[in-house]
């Protein structure tokens, strides 16, 4: 059995869940500015492969923050925990493939593999980004 305290147990669980959090609210909201601003069109409405390209970029650098968010918050062992939310967002990309493949949401199959593709190279990114960060020294 794994000698692991519940509080640590929490803060492994809770830097997961931040890291993931920041990735939703990051997305939702700039799905909102742009829908808000007439970038992208209505709910519902067709959205073209260059739009879709566009929020495939910056859901995948927001990813590469939530995963650092994650790695940061991490009590030990920062790329696992990075690494384990990318593999939570390759199940819920996954999950948005299959649910979107017949035309519900976004009508373009390239988007949501996407998605599920970039989610554990973009967990390793923001992973490696903070276990970089946190090897280097100040200088004296």
Known sequence: MANLSLPKIGRSIGAVLAGILAVII????????LHAIGI????????SDSLLLV???????????????????????????????????VILG?????????????????YSIALAVL???????GGKLRSAQSQVQPAS
């Open 55 to 89: 929020a495939t970029v910056y859901r995948t650098i927001y990813s590469v923050v939530g995963s650092y968010i994650t790695a940061w918050l991490a009590p030990d062992r920062p790329m696992k925990h990075a690494l384990a939310g990318g593999v939570l967002g």
């Open 119 to 125: 989610a554990l190279p973009s967990a390793w990114v």
């Open 40 to 47: 992208l069109p209505g709910l519902g409405e067709p959205v």
């Open 26 to 33: 990051l997305s939702i909201g700039t799905d909102l500015v």
């Open 94 to 110: 996954i999950v948005g493939v299959i649910t979107t493949w017949n035309g519900a949401g976004m009508g373009h199959h390239w």
